[in-house]
Every structure is written in C-alpha cells, then in structure tokens.
C-alpha cells in the first residue's frame, strides 16, 4: 500500500471529474528537499525563512543568505519555491536583534511588523532573495498582514531592493509577490488586497489562533482550536472567493491543509494549492484522486449554513462515510 501511495504521489492530483489541485510541501531546511520530492511535493508552497536566523547568535548576512537560497531554490528547479519574508517574534527569536519581552507576544512585535520596523533587516533578506530568484522560479510572501498600508510597504521595499540590484548590475527580474492570509481583517479586505498581489496563501494556524481567540501554543485551551468552526470555514470561502474574482490563485499553508478530514471541504472550496508537511503528501493526493469536485462544491454549499463545528463535523464525518 505504501509502494502503491508513493507510486501514485508521482502523479498530480486530479479529482475523479477532472479538477487539478497542485499539492506542495512546506519546509525549512534543505535537507529535506529530496524526501519532499520522493513524496510527490510539486514544488514548495511555504519555505519557512526563520532557521537560520534562530539557531545562533549573530544574523546571517547576505551572502549566507544568498548562497542557501540559491541551493534551495537549485535543487528544487524546475518547481516553484515560495520563500516567506522572516516571521520572527512571537515564539521565534534572533538572539542579535535582543528584543523586549512582551506580554502577548502572538499580538505584538512579530513576521510583517518587525520587519518594517527594521528596514535594514528585511532589506537584507530580500536582496538574498531577489538574488537567489535568478537561478530558478521563486516566490516571495509577505507573512501575517493585516492590511493594505503595509503590504503596500512592504511591496514598496521588494521594489527598492529590486532596483536597487538591478543599479548594481544583477541580471533579475522581480519574482511573483503574495499574502499571507493570517488577520481576520485581512480576510475581510482580500478583495483589495487581491489587488495587489499574484497569490494568497492561507496560513491557517495562526488565523484561527486570531479568529478564534486561542493560544495556538497554550495546552489548556487547545480543545478550543476549531477548524471547522462555520466562522472559520466562512473566512476561507470568502478569501477564495474574493481571491479568485481577482483572478489570482489562492493557497492554504497552515496545518489545516494536510488533514484528510478537512479536505473535502478545501477541495469544495476551490483551492489551487494546498501546501504542508512532506509526510502527509502521499495519503492527500491518492484522497484528491478519489473525489468528485462536484459532490465537494455541494458539501461546502451545505456546511456554509451550520451554525456549530459539531454540526459540521458530523455531518462531514456521515458524508465521508457515503462519498470518501
Ligand atoms: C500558519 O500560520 O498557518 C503558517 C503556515 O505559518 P506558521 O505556522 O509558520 O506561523
Ligand atoms: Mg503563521
């Protein structure tokens, strides 16, 4: 069974009547690019850009920077990597940038924010991305917005850095820019913000630790951590609605995407790409492969209108007994 999903994992995955989902894998280091690959990643949809950053005392500089991106982005050509911008604060710290405790640290200086407080330390890091994007396809996206001022800003330094090296001599051209979907508000605006990016992605583990108000760290109130939430799944049929009137593609990183319970439901939606663990890629695309997109679309026409995540949950267990 295991030869036959990793056999099968080689293929795309395409729903009984015809509809595509590509199916990515997120990472963090470049040793786990070969397993990502044998396990049927067509590509990265979420390279998580902290480790370096966390694991010593001193920032990396550019060239390091560079030099492991490059390899990462080498290794996985011709797939497309998606390299999101530093989501340090929070629960992740450089030790150089020393900065001061905070009380709520999910709510405070952290990702997006940081960045454009420190100029010099994003600039740093876009201008080893931009580099890094001339030797394959790449992607760059902007984590946990909550509006359009800022993602503005921080377009506005992708473009400065972009010109920047180009002034210097660098042979590049300006890589696909996109949004992390993290913010309640920033669900509610996507069809602005659809204007100004060519891709979202959902990072679903912390828009519910912001929609629903958990600690995603905190053990006593992870019982209270609820994907199928009907508020939750209404911001995820909006962002993929909004996202698609656009024209542009959306995504899902967060965990949610790698669990065959939710899939139906992520299918039904509409998602072009569901990204997450390499591990879990395998059993989800031979899942894609025995739905019907139709019979998805109608579940989620369905659940839309349950006013509880038991309720959803029930009913998407019985369905899954009929139709999974
Ligand atoms: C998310 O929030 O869902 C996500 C993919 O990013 P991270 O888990 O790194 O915050
Ligand atoms: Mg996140």
């Given at each position: 069974e295991r030869e036959r999903l990793l056999a099968q994992a080689q293929k795309p995955a395409i729903t009984r009547d015809g509809h595509k989902v590509t199916v990515k894998a997120n990472l963090?280091?470049?040793?786990e690019i070969p397993l990502a690959i044998d396990f049927?990643?067509?590509?990265?949809?979420l390279f998580r850009t902290e480790y370096l950053y966390v694991v010593r005392k001193t920032l990396p500089g550019e060239e390091e920077l560079f030099a492991n991106y490059r390899q990462v982005v080498e290794s996985l050509y011709p797939h497309t990597v998606t390299f999101r911008t530093l989501d340090l604060g929070g629960d992740k710290f450089a030790e150089e940038l020393d900065l001061p405790a905070e009380i709520n640290p999910a709510l405070g200086l952290r990702a997006i924010r940081l960045c454009l407080k420190n100029p010099a330390l994003f600039k740093v890091q876009l201008r080893a991305l931009l580099r890094a994007s001339a030797y394959g396809n790449v992607r760059i996206m902007f984590p946990l917005i909550s509006g359009i001022e800022e993602l503005r800003e921080a377009k506005k330094f992708l473009q400065e850095v972009y010109l920047e090296l180009k002034e210097e001599g660098f042979s590049i051209e300006l890589p696909p820019c996109g949004a992390m979907i993290e913010i309640p508000t920033a669900v509610f605006i996507a069809d602005h913000l659809a204007k100004e990016v060519d891709f979202f992605s959902i990072g679903t583990n912390d828009l519910i630790q912001y929609a629903l108000a958990?600690?995603?760290?905190?053990e006593q109130v992870?019982?209270?951590?609820?994907?199928?939430h009907p508020g939750i799944l209404r911001m995820i049929d909006y962002i993929v609605k909004a996202g698609h009137k656009a024209g542009i593609q959306v995504a899902m990183c967060g965990e949610?995407?790698?669990e065959l319970l939710y899939l139906p439901l992520l299918i039904g939606f509409g998602f072009d790409e569901l990204s997450m663990n390499?591990?879990?890629?395998p059993a989800i695309k031979d899942y894609i492969c025995s739905l019907s997109f139709k019979k998805c679309r109608q579940l989620c026409e369905e659940v839309i209108?349950?006013?509880?995540a038991r309720e959803v949950k029930e009913y998407l267990e019985n369905w899954l007994g009929k139709e999974g």
């Open positions: 963090e280091l470049l040793d049927g990643a067509e590509g990265v949809g958990i600690d995603r760290g905190n992870a019982h209270l951590y609820e994907p199928l949610m995407a790698g390499p591990q879990s890629i209108d349950f006013s509880s």
